[in-house]
């Protein structure tokens, strides 16, 4: 009989990937939650609930209906900023959420096997390069400070009420789908608009030179699956692909695969406060613990994110701009 996997924040843009890599497996059973309706390439492959991550009762609801074998526990809020100072969304979402989720699945007497997907942010400007699971935690942003609390949180429900947790760093990642908030995305669809017509032939970017450690999101959702299937319970991984990538030589890459000429602008609003200048992170934990590499090269990943905003471009009438998708790890409180 197949394993029934529960995917929170599956709508986002790793959610739509994971589902794919899933299908791809022998007929699993998987069920979504998220506040946003997931895409129809997904949606013909699971079940869906719309649910708050913060809502136990509903949560309690779902779980103890569906009784998953597997959760992976995408939904997070990923960028933007508070509101103020009493603005508590990215503490809700990103560790409330992942606590009142486990006590769901507490409640309703369950113990499936968890993935929480982590982020590299944890990191913040580590001195060590390239970085491994052992460097210490100095979060630089509210994102990244939230996403350290909530491993912890995971954790502490491993090691106190015996759940079987296994967390994952992922550093960068992109490709089709992902929202335009990022700088790949960004930088594709300015191109796209530019080759419709729908724009001046001019890319307007940010910081050019900080290094990041990019990996395709196909990539990513397939380690997510192997430190859930094969990861010991209890530790935390790296995905990455262990190499330091210039975010203006991304932006080169895309340039060279314009239909049109295009010129470059940078745009003070798009320059980030608390940027890390380099990152680089060591997959090779995961790597030994479970076989997992990446497989798609960064010219690959770029020419599909491309192709990407060329389509979503071209099925969007003249005089609207082409809409991102749903949030990255859209969580059932972003999008």
Not at 53 to 77: C, K, N, Q
Not at 150 to 156: D, F, R, Y
Not at 292 to 300: D, E, F, G, M, Y
Request: proline share 6%; hydrophobic share 45%; charged share 20%.
């Amino acid at each position: 009989m197949p394993l029934t996997y529960l995917v929170t924040g599956v709508s986002g843009f790793a959610g739509g990937h994971l589902v794919a890599a899933l299908t791809e497996q022998a007929a699993p059973r998987i069920v979504g939650i998220d506040l946003a309706e997931p895409p129809a390439a997904s949606a013909r492959h699971l079940e869906y609930h719309q649910a708050e991550i913060t809502d136990f009762e509903r949560l309690r609801g779902i779980v103890a209906a569906v009784r998953p074998d597997r959760v992976v526990h995408l939904a997070a809020l990923t960028f933007g900023q508070p509101s103020g100072p009493t603005d508590q969304r990215f503490l809700e979402v990103n560790v409330q959420g992942t606590r009142v989720l486990f006590e769901a699945l507490l409640a309703a007497g369950l113990r499936p096997r968890i993935h929480v997907a982590g982020s590299s942010a944890v990191y913040g400007a580590a001195t060590e390069d390239p970085i491994t699971e052992e460097a210490a935690l100095r979060p630089q942003t509210l994102y990244a400070a939230s996403k350290a609390c909530q491993e912890i949180v995971a954790l502490t429900y491993h090691r106190a009420r015996g759940l079987e947790v296994v967390v994952t760093r992922a550093f960068n990642h992109t490709g089709p789908g992902e929202h335009p908030h990022f700088a790949a995305s960004t930088f594709a669809r300015q191109i796209a608009e530019a080759e419709a017509g729908r724009r001046e032939p001019v890319v307007q970017v940010g910081n050019l030179d900080a290094y990041r450690d990019f990996t395709d999101v196909r990539d990513v959702v397939r380690g997510y699956l192997a430190a859930l299937e094969r990861g010991e319970a209890g530790a935390a991984y790296n995905v990455c692909s262990g190499t330091a990538q210039r975010i203006g030589d991304l932006l080169d890459l895309l340039v060279a695969m314009a239909r049109v000429p295009v010129r470059v602008e940078r745009d003070p609003a798009r320059l980030a406060p608390a940027d890390v200048p380099y990152q680089r992170g060591s997959h090779d934990r995961l790597t030994a613990a479970t076989g997992w590499r990446p497989a798609i090269t960064l010219a690959t990943t770029l020419a599909d994110l491309l192709d990407y905003w060329r389509e979503r471009t071209a099925a969007t009438p003249a005089g609207l701009r082409a809409a991102g998708p749903g949030r990255p790890g859209a969580s059932a409180k972003e999008a």
